[in-house]
């Protein structure tokens, strides 16, 4: 077992210690601008980065990864409770605590019975549909707080625009001035010396012009007071019948964070040759979750660009997030009255700039070039969490994952092999060339377990090639043999039409052989009876020379 702080030595202390300065200096304006987006007080966001930080890193195998709040989280969580609650009241807090509560006790359940596979579901389509949705939704809500106009943050997507658009005459030129100036300084830096925490300089520039030149009486909203103190240890009490209303937000905050933080997880662990560990990824995470919602937070996952930012500062170890945690703790307890006068504007530009590369263009662009299917998949995915909401999203996400992985497994690659094994022939196509692996002989190879989705597939390609070799005048087929060395299982109704399959050869006079059958398939072939007293080869080679040549090479018998 991985201990913690694994990797930090005292070679690599100062550098350790300074990536945890660069990284409180990009998480806290962050996530004050996620927690305005989830509809929660900025101490939620700031609250993120102490106990659940701390709980998250002592226990995660990963060395990189950086446990926090993102812009998709934020938005999920406003758009799951802002129909339950009121945002920014009390009740909302409460709700927001709870679902974290239950998305900790989601990613346990999913690390002690290793059901993190199920994220695989969600596949990189999809993701980028997803958040991308979620990213545009958000955008319109930072723009218009960029130009001081008052929208409904937690209506619908369709709202917001019209609200936006409508109210474009209300828009405040300083307020303006602040956002084009953030933005200006966010690209621009990021472009040409990308080290600095570009951030939290727009944000000490705004908060001086502020301050300076009283741009609040000018109509510039700021974010006002912010409690000072640490967060205190609660614990949410609402109804058992909201617990279970929090359940599907929950459950899709779960699967989309365990998506994303595995496979960042995995990348920096490869990337940077340690091990990691995504049973304990999770337990990291359900524990984390739990202290976020036992401390007034929200839900957290992986920050993919905070990792990978302490990456680029060369740090190899999880010290720069205890250092964020420190440092957040000190400035609730001493330096609050610094925020105060942070200009909204600039939060907006600082949260539209980083959730800019969320909304997929580029994805969408390399899918549509790569894959016309998967771009669909993508695009309702994009469309359906954009326009009818978040939860929505996950089902439909969820059902074209299982649309595309049963297309995929009705139709696997079944091909009539050559003398030399290489397929010559796919029987996926409608009219099959008719060949054969020898005089009367055709070896079919099926690349894929024989189950309920593919079975009759299988069966009719069966058909196809000899019906085909009859056709091109290679005589009739006397023997089928199929391969079964890519075949790893076989279930009841993959078995019911394998029989079927059997009776027509025997109505043609076909004898029916396999070749390259796994043990553990064997045993099934037994069970199911499939195998009965039917020849069994060791080779494809050993097939064709005992069909073509009955007194040449050994036969092991079923």
Avoid at 500 to 527: K, N, Y
């Amino acid at each position: 077992m991985t201990p913690p702080l694994a990797g930090l030595t005292r070679r690599n202390l100062v550098r350790e210690l300074t990536a945890g300065v660069t990284l409180l200096a990009i998480a806290i304006p962050l996530n004050i601008g996620y927690a305005q987006i989830a509809g929660l007080p900025p101490t939620a966001g700031l609250y993120a980065l102490i106990v659940p930080t701390v709980v998250y890193a002592l226990v995660v195998s990963s060395r990189q990864v950086v446990a926090s709040p993102d812009a998709a989280a934020a938005a999920l969580v406003a758009s799951s409770i802002g129909g339950l609650a009121a945002a920014g009241s009390a009740d909302y807090a409460t709700l927001a605590m709870a679902q974290a509560i239950i998305c900790g006790i989601l990613f346990i359940a999913l690390a002690v019975l290793k059901l993190g596979f199920l994220a695989n579901f969600l596949s990189k389509p999809i993701l980028v549909g997803f958040v991308g949705g979620l990213a545009l939704d958000i955008l319109v809500s930072q723009v218009a707080k960029m130009l001081g106009v008052k929208i409904d943050s937690g209506g619908e997507f369709v709202d917001k625009v019209v609200g936006l658009v409508t109210g474009l005459g209300t828009t405040n030129l300083v307020s303006l001035a602040i956002s084009a100036i953030s933005v200006a300084i966010l690209l621009l830096g990021k472009r040409f010396l990308a080290v600095v925490p570009w951030a939290l300089v727009v944000l000490v520039l705004a908060t001086i012009a502020v301050v300076i030149a009283d741009l609040d009486d000018a109509g510039v909203d700021v974010l006002g007071a912010v409690p000072a103190g640490p967060p205190a240890i609660t614990w949410p009490i609402i109804d058992w019948t909201t617990w279970l209303m929090l359940i599907p937000s929950a459950m899709a905050l779960t699967l989309v964070t365990t998506a994303e933080g595995l496979l960042v997880s995995r990348s920096y662990g490869e990337k940077r040759a340690y091990p990691t560990n995504p049973n304990r990824d999770l337990f990291a995470f359900g524990l984390g979750n739990i202290a976020a919602g036992a401390s007034a937070s929200f839900a957290v996952g992986s920050s993919t660009s905070r990792t990978a930012a302490m990456d680029q500062a060369g740090s190899r170890t999880q010290l720069p997030s205890l250092v964020l945690a420190a440092g957040t703790l000190l400035l609730l307890l001493f330096g609050t009255a610094l925020l105060a006068d942070i200009p909204s504007p600039a939060i907006g530009a600082i949260v539209g700039v980083a959730i800019l590369p969320l909304l997929g263009v580029r994805e969408f662009a390399a899918l549509w070039r790569q894959d016309r299917f998967e771009f669909v998949v993508g695009a309702a995915c994009f469309l359906v969490t954009l326009f009818i909401g978040a939860i929505p999203g996950i089902l439909v996400a969820f059902v074209l994952a299982l649309v595309n992985l049963a297309e995929r497994a009705a139709n696997p690659a079944i091909d009539v092999l050559a003398t030399s094994g290489e397929p010559t022939d796919s029987l996926l196509d409608e009219a099959p060339s008719g060949a054969v692996t020898a005089p009367g002989i055709v070896v079919i190879r099926l690349a894929a377990p024989l189950f309920f989705a593919n079975g009759s597939v299988f069966a009719d390609a069966v058909k196809r090639a000899v019906g085909a070799a009859d056709a091109a005048g290679h005589g009739p087929v006397r023997h089928v043999v199929i391969d079964m060395e890519a075949v790893t299982d076989l279930d009841v109704t993959g078995a019911e039409t394998f029989e079927a399959l059997l009776a027509w050869l025997d109505r043609h006079g076909i004898e029916l052989g396999f070749s390259r059958v796994r043990p553990e398939m064997r045993t099934r072939l037994v069970e199911l009876g499939l195998l009965g007293d039917r020849q069994a080869y060791e080779t494809n080679r050993a097939a064709i020379v005992a069909l073509v040549n009955p007194e040449g090479a050994a036969v092991e018998k079923g």
